[in-house]
């Protein structure tokens, strides 16, 4: 079929309600709309551009039991992009299984009644068209990968690395059914890939995947296949590239405030049947925008919005008061800045310092000596200190 061109996003997000505020006239929380018009954007921007489909690799939604109006804000650029007989192909993160009740359907069954739109419930490639392939791995379940029996006895961390051979050998089926005469083919992956970095205030700062995640990580050599022109993942927030033809999508609008200044897009990637490594642009999305202020000693609250001049109009704003500050001043900080027209306001203040004695550490002390130390002083002692020691001293090997 020559070249095809896909847009691809993932962890939409499209209810959740960090950092938001209810809207007076309906109810809304103000980041639903954000990620609302975010999606629809993405959505026409793939008509516009004329786009052979579109891929939503999983965590559309913030758990597996969304309200219906969030199921409709979803169905709204599917409806979209089934008028403009732009097919749409969908499948499960890992956030479509939180809350879900065992045996039920994933909420993206919502969308399987709109033309056009191919909800993936298992591992498979989709046709498209003319002939684009492209093989969808969904979030790799322990429960749907892994036999029980085979996982008694296990550690944690070995189930994990159970789960993730499992995955990486369905990838290789998956390369195995794509076939190079029929068109250009890529992978869609919501998934774990240890060179990956993320950014995230839940996850720690940049750091390997692997210092960070209970959870299977796979290795990128286990999906940049031969097979695929391109790999497209999700799952980490923050857009990268990792190998030649790897690219993690990263979330289409800004969640928290390790977002700010982060580029936030969709990818629109062109692919070719000669077997090249796709093209990717990035389609910067109308992402809300995050803005951190330091306010400094002696500053009133009507000099704050100055400080961020033409950062603050529609911004989430985090204002970092100075050590001290009274709740009065924080109060004053919250008004002037919602006059000045900001979106959501988060007041930040240094932690309080402890006073009293606190134990000294020699550079020879070892790492469990240390936490004995730690336990001590901050209380824990009997079974709880031995627990906890026990635990990191299996931990430390």
Same mark, same amino acid.
């Given at each position: #079929?020559?070249q095809?061109?896909?847009?691809v996003?993932g962890?939409?997000?499209i209810d959740?309600?960090r950092h938001?505020?209810?809207?007076p006239g309906d109810?809304?929380?103000s980041?639903w709309?954000?990620s609302?018009?975010?999606?629809q954007w993405i959505?026409?921007?793939?008509v516009?551009l004329e786009?052979d489909?579109v891929?939503?690799?999983?965590?559309?939604y913030v758990?597996?039991?969304p309200?219906p109006?969030?199921?409709?804000m979803?169905a709204?650029g599917a409806?979209?992009l089934s008028?403009?007989?732009v097919?749409l192909?969908?499948?499960?993160?890992?956030?479509?299984?939180i809350?879900?009740?065992?045996g039920h359907?994933?909420p993206?069954e919502?969308?399987a009644?709109?033309?056009?739109v191919?909800?993936v419930?298992?591992p498979?490639?989709?046709?498209?068209g003319?002939?684009?392939?492209i093989?969808?791995?969904?979030w790799?379940?322990r429960? #749907?990968?892994?036999d029980p029996?085979?996982?008694?006895?296990?550690?944690?961390?070995?189930?994990?690395?159970l789960?993730a051979?499992r995955?990486?050998?369905?990838?290789?089926?998956?390369?195995g059914?794509v076939d190079p005469?029929?068109?250009?083919?890529?992978?869609?992956?919501?998934a774990t890939?240890?060179?990956?970095v993320v950014?995230s205030d839940?996850?720690?700062?940049? =750091?390997s995947l692997a210092?960070?995640?209970?959870e299977?990580t796979?290795?990128l050599?286990?999906?940049?296949?031969?097979?695929f022109?391109?790999?497209?993942l999700?799952?980490?927030?923050?857009?990268?590239? =990792?190998?030649?033809r790897t690219w993690?999508v990263g979330?289409?609008d800004r969640?928290?405030f390790?977002?700010?200044?982060?580029e936030?897009?969709?990818s629109?990637?062109?692919i070719d049947d000669?077997g090249?490594?796709?093209?990717?642009?990035a =389609?910067a999305t109308p992402a809300?925008?995050?803005?951190?202020?330091t306010?400094?000693d002696?500053?009133?609250?009507?000099?704050?919005?100055g400080?961020l001049?033409e950062?603050?109009?529609g911004?989430v704003v985090r204002?970092?008061?100075p050590?001290?500050?009274?709740?009065?001043l924080?109060?004053?900080?919250r008004?002037s800045?919602d006059?000045?027209?900001a979106?959501?306001?988060?007041?930040?203040?240094?932690p309080?310092?402890?006073?009293?004695?606190r134990p000294?550490?020699?550079d020879?002390?070892?790492?469990?000596d240390?936490?004995r130390m730690?336990l001590?002083?901050n209380?824990y002692?009997?079974?709880?200190?031995?627990?906890? #020691?026990a635990?990191?001293?299996?931990? =430390?090997g």
């Open positions: #079929m020559g095809a061109r896909v847009v996003t962890d939409v997000h959740h309600t938001s505020r209810l809207r109810g809304r929380p980041s709309e954000s609302w018009r975010v999606w959505c026409q921007q793939a516009e786009a489909a891929v939503l690799a999983g965590d559309a758990n597996g039991w309200r109006e969030a199921g409709e979803l709204d409806r979209l008028a403009a007989k097919p192909v969908v499948f499960d993160g890992n956030h479509e299984y809350n879900r009740p065992y359907r994933s993206l919502r969308l009644d709109i033309e056009h191919r909800v419930r298992e498979d490639v989709v046709v498209i003319d002939g684009l392939q093989a969808c791995l969904p790799p379940r429960t #749907m990968l892994v029996a085979s996982a008694d006895g296990l550690s944690p961390d070995e189930v994990d690395e789960v051979g995955a990486a050998e369905l990838v290789e089926q998956l390369a059914r005469g029929r068109g250009p083919a890529m992978l869609a992956a919501h890939v240890g060179d990956a950014g839940r996850r720690g700062s940049e =750091l210092q960070l995640f209970c299977p796979l290795a050599a286990d999906v940049e296949l031969d097979a022109q391109h790999v497209a999700a799952h980490i927030h923050r857009r990268q590239q =990792l190998g030649e993690y979330s289409p969640l928290d390790s977002d700010a200044g982060v936030k897009a969709a629109l990637v062109s000669d090249s490594p796709g093209a990717v642009t =389609l809300r925008r995050f803005a951190v202020v306010v400094p002696g500053a009133s609250a009507a000099d704050v919005p400080l001049g950062l603050l109009a911004a204002a970092e008061l050590a001290g500050a009274d709740q009065r924080a109060v004053e900080i008004r800045l006059a000045a027209g979106a959501s306001v988060v007041l930040a203040t240094p309080a310092v402890r006073h009293g004695d000294v550490l020699s020879e002390l070892t790492p469990l240390g936490l730690w001590t002083a209380g002692d009997g079974q709880d200190a031995d627990r906890l #020691m635990r990191a001293a299996e931990l =430390l």
